[in-house]
């Protein structure tokens, strides 16, 4: 969310921002409903203040003209709420703006890899894709999904289970234990408001699975990812100084209807409707969100490293970052099957763009109330880490050897093959 006096006092700013957004907005209508809004609220402050002054003088000569000045407040009120909305909904729909070092791009074609990690594997046989792996493996059962419930979605059956479980556990335990990391058990549904304090709603209204209750008059969504709730624990509250920074981690499904990946990733766990994740979120003093997105970025990476599977760290350029990030890095992971990186992990800062939305403050030094900086990032998809070690961990006779530092969650299997 932007705020319309920072608009306001630096327009010339704004709308080169705009132009790194590759964004054509009418700042114009921004400028006149604000305009209009301030008016309105200025005419209805004189009318109040009149009407006071009636009351105050206790002449009933000017009770009928307080009577007109009542009816003409009203009509202000509405017209000023009708502005004030529409104003809000149009600023609600503007993108954060990127940082000043964040790579000039229209698309991901213009996204800049910083660094490249780990030794990709070669193998003395073509390797298999992750669903060809598993369904050999008799663990990964797509059709019988399709048949319960539909496209997009999988039973993981036996050690593949166990191993995603294993994944979930090992990646809680680093964040927990060595990157400080506070955990959490969240719901896994988020109301109206919620939704709208991280930037899902309104935009990505369609991209979400809304739940229908008989006795709720509040709409309700499943999480499409834990930052969503996790971030929105800091709605409305107004923390001190030295409670910051706050770090939380928690292990969630989340869901996705993926209305815009129509014909992608069709095939296998890359790009399901429900998969699970583990995700941190830093709430931050404005001043730390550039340190905090390379500390954040670095946990993800750590556990990369650690499973020992090949990666690469890119930096989005503006016109591919997330709605409400202003700078992100993208973690993605070698897939051998597709002889090429995808996308793991995505650690963003937000600044103060969700903090706005959710009125998140803190104190600062000087004893000033000023808005949180908040971040988030996966650390990391648990779907696509499987995906991840099963092809890169596959042998030639179709078993998947298990990551070393994944074996004490495993019972000490050396590796899966089919049963």
């Known amino acids: 969310m932007h705020n319309i006096k920072e608009i306001r006092n630096n327009l010339g700013l704004f709308n080169e921002l705009l132009k790194k957004r590759y964004l054509t907005v009418d700042v114009n209508i921004i400028l006149q409903l604000d305009k209009k809004n301030r008016e309105?609220?200025?005419?209805?402050?004189?009318?109040?203040?009149?009407?006071?002054?009636i009351s105050k003088s206790k002449d009933k000569s000017l009770f009928e003209k307080s009577k007109i000045i009542s009816n003409r407040i009203e009509l202000i009120n509405k017209d000023q709420l009708n502005a004030k909305i529409e104003l809000e909904?149009?600023?609600?729909?503007?993108p954060n703006m990127p940082l000043e070092d964040v790579p000039l791009g229209i698309n991901e074609n213009f996204n800049v890899e910083i660094e490249k990690k780990g030794q990709i594997?070669?193998?003395?046989?073509i390797p298999k894709s992750h669903y060809e792996i598993g369904e050999k493996l008799g663990m990964l059962d797509f059709d019988l999904a399709t048949k319960t419930t539909g496209s997009r979605f999988v039973f993981v059956k036996d050690k593949l289970s166990s191993l995603e479980r294993a994944i979930s556990n090992f990646m809680l335990d680093t964040h927990i234990?060595?990157?400080?990391?506070?955990?959490?058990?969240?719901?896994?549904?988020?109301?109206?408001?919620?939704?709208?304090?991280?930037?899902?709603?309104?935009?990505?209204?369609n991209d979400q699975f809304e739940i229908k209750l008989d006795t709720e008059t509040d709409r309700k969504f499943l999480i499409p990812t834990a930052e969503v709730i996790l971030t929105n624990m800091a709605k409305d509250k107004i923390f001190k100084n030295k409670e910051l920074p706050i770090r939380l981690v928690a292990s969630t499904p989340c869901f996705r209807k993926e209305a815009g990946s129509y014909g992608k990733d069709t095939k296998g766990m890359i790009r399901q409707h429900q998969f699970y994740k583990v995700e941190m979120v830093s709430l931050v003093e404005i001043n730390q969100?550039?340190?905090?997105l390379e500390r954040m970025t670095?946990?993800?990476?750590k556990i990369l490293d650690l499973l020992k599977l090949p990666y690469r760290k890119v930096m989005l350029c503006s016109g591919d970052l997330g709605f409400s990030a202003e700078k992100t890095y993208d973690i993605e992971v070698w897939l051998p099957s597709e002889k090429k990186f995808r996308e793991i992990s995505s650690c963003s800062s937000c600044g103060a763009f969700q903090s706005r939305r959710m009125k998140a403050r803190y104190k600062n030094?000087?004893?000033?109330?000023?808005?949180?900086?908040?971040?988030?990032?996966s650390g990391l998809a648990i779907g696509r880490t499987l995906v991840a070690i099963l092809e890169n961990y596959q042998q030639s006779d179709g078993s998947v050897i298990i990551p070393d530092v994944l074996k004490s969650y495993m019972?000490?299997?050396?590796?899966?093959?089919?049963?």
């Open 40 to 53: 309105l609220i200025q005419q209805k402050e004189i009318l109040e203040k009149e009407k006071k002054d």
């Open 89 to 94: 909904k149009i600023l609600s729909s503007i």
């Open 121 to 125: 594997p070669i193998f003395d046989f």
């Open 177 to 205: 234990n060595i990157n400080g990391y506070q955990e959490i058990s969240p719901p896994l549904i988020a109301n109206e408001n919620t939704m709208y304090g991280t930037g899902q709603l309104p935009k990505f209204e």
């Open 289 to 292: 969100c550039k340190s905090e």
């Open 298 to 301: 670095n946990c993800a990476t």
């Open 365 to 377: 030094k000087d004893n000033e109330t000023v808005l949180l900086g908040t971040l988030n990032g």
């Open 411 to 419: 019972g000490n299997l050396d590796k899966i093959t089919k049963n």
